[in-house]
């Protein structure tokens, strides 16, 4: 994800100059002529840096970075104060302002583009460090990651049922959507009108706090705790990076017990990180040559990334066919024990899509109700949490 520079200049020429030097090393800019400007831009785009002239007609750069310290939305963003003054009284009061840097014009580009750099990963260390220190010292409970091995195979309806279940069994589970723009476990549940997980991984990293995970969750009227994606195709032109993915995921394992991931299908970089962080890997595959083969392929790839004995297999039969692959064969094919076999049930699923229920709430005396049972059963945590790195009884 570029990172996001804010340009504060009334000097059409130099915003200009400045901002192309920026693209040019890959960042993203924005820019505002006005004192007044600057700031409404700070507080709805939270940049990751600012650059700050000191000299503007409304109202000088000095006063602008007060403001931008004294705002909680702002306070945090780094500044770099620019100026055609060089006295050493003008560079005292721009860091008695608040500024974090302090830079003459004119300045050669290579010299812009070290000290952005260098701004932006102090920023980031800092950042997170702060949220290293939010996570590492409370006890964390389990999490489930749940993975398709092929698009369309079911592992919303698994996720959402599974976590259901464990909220029957007097567990206090979190579903949770890492799909963004394509979420339908929004729209399983009845909740599409919220894009929590969305508005989270816009924020940058040292907002992303237990308190605003807990703020962003939506409750079924079940009770089931989500965090949820929209269906939206912009949502899925989203940029953020693994740092705020994984602190979304760690303040889940402190809030939830299990939280449970729905990661989709496929394998990117994200899911690989994400994955490292889950206690157990349900792997969803349909009983068909095709996904089979898929799926091997993708539990090997677990595998080499550290899966190991975390990965188990869930068995979703979309349709009745003595075609499917048996059982006995679906373990040898993937060299891993299969953790539950969901029968076919199209008219209980589209039941459940209809009445906004998961299928085990629906319809609990039902045969696949009773098989997610047991899958929420087989998942439920045996332990209290992980602390520390150590497990804890």
């Known amino acids: 994800m570029a990172e996001k520079i804010l340009i504060v200049d009334d000097d059409v020429d130099s915003l200009k100059l400045i901002g192309l030097m920026l693209q040019r090393n890959g960042y993203e800019v924005a820019a505002a002529n006005t004192g007044g400007q600057a700031l409404a831009k700070a507080e709805s785009e939270r940049p990751n840096l600012i650059i700050l002239d000191v000299m503007m007609p409304d109202m000088n750069g000095l006063e602008v970075c007060r403001r931008l310290r004294s705002n909680p939305l702002t306070a945090d963003i780094p500044i770099i104060m620019f100026t055609a003054k060089t006295l050493i009284d003008d560079k005292v009061?721009?860091?008695?302002?608040?500024a974090d840097d302090y830079l003459t014009k004119p300045t050669h580009p290579a010299e812009l583009a070290t000290r952005v750099r260098a701004m932006l990963a102090r920023s980031a260390a800092k950042q997170e460090a702060v949220v290293q220190q939010q996570v590492s010292t409370k006890p964390k409970n389990m999490s489930i990651g749940v993975l398709g091995s092929k698009g369309g195979v079911g592992?919303?309806?698994?996720?959402?049922?599974?976590?259901?279940?464990?909220?029957?069994?007097?567990?206090?589970?979190?579903?949770?959507?890492?799909?963004?723009?394509?979420?339908?476990?929004?729209?399983?549940?009845?909740?599409?009108?919220?894009?929590?997980?969305?508005?989270?991984?816009?924020?940058?990293?040292?907002?992303?706090?237990?308190?605003?995970?807990?703020?962003?969750?939506?409750?079924?009227?079940?009770?089931?705790?989500?965090?949820?994606?929209?269906?939206?195709s912009k949502e899925a032109q989203l940029k953020f990076s693994e740092e705020q993915a994984l602190a979304v995921v760690n303040h889940l394992r402190v809030i939830?017990?299990?939280?449970?991931?729905?990661?989709?299908?496929?394998?990117?970089?994200?899911?690989?990180?994400?994955?490292?962080?889950m206690e157990r890997i349900l792997v969803v595959v349909e009983p068909n040559s095709l996904a089979l083969n898929m799926a091997r392929e993708l539990i090997k790839q677990i595998d080499e990334d550290g899966g190991g004995s975390r990965i188990s297999v869930v068995v979703l039969s979309r349709a009745q066919s003595s075609l499917q692959t048996p059982w006995q064969e679906v373990e040898n094919?993937?060299?891993?024990?299969?953790?539950?076999?969901?029968?076919?049930?199209?008219?209980?699923?589209?039941?459940?899509?209809?009445?906004?229920?998961?299928?085990?709430?629906?319809?609990?005396?039902?045969?696949?109700?009773?098989?997610?049972?047991k899958l929420a059963e087989a998942m439920k945590p045996k332990i209290k949490s992980i602390a520390g790195g150590q497990l804890t009884t």
């Open 93 to 98: 009061k721009g860091f008695e302002a608040g």
């Open 256 to 277: 939830a017990k299990p939280a449970v991931f729905d990661l989709g299908s496929g394998y990117t970089s994200l899911t690989a990180r994400l994955l490292q962080e």
């Open 155 to 232: 592992t919303t309806t698994v996720a959402i049922n599974m976590a259901a279940g464990l909220l029957m069994a007097g567990e206090n589970p979190i579903v949770a959507d890492f799909r963004m723009g394509s979420g339908s476990l929004a729209v399983m549940l009845g909740l599409i009108r919220t894009q929590s997980m969305s508005r989270l991984l816009s924020s940058p990293l040292g907002e992303i706090t237990q308190k605003a995970v807990e703020n962003a969750l939506a409750s079924h009227a079940s009770g089931l705790r989500a965090l949820v994606s929209s269906i939206s």
């Open 333 to 373: 094919v993937l060299g891993r024990e299969i953790k539950a076999i969901i029968s076919a049930a199209p008219e209980l699923a589209f039941q459940s899509i209809e009445n906004k229920n998961p299928i085990i709430l629906l319809q609990p005396n039902s045969v696949v109700a009773g098989q997610f049972a």
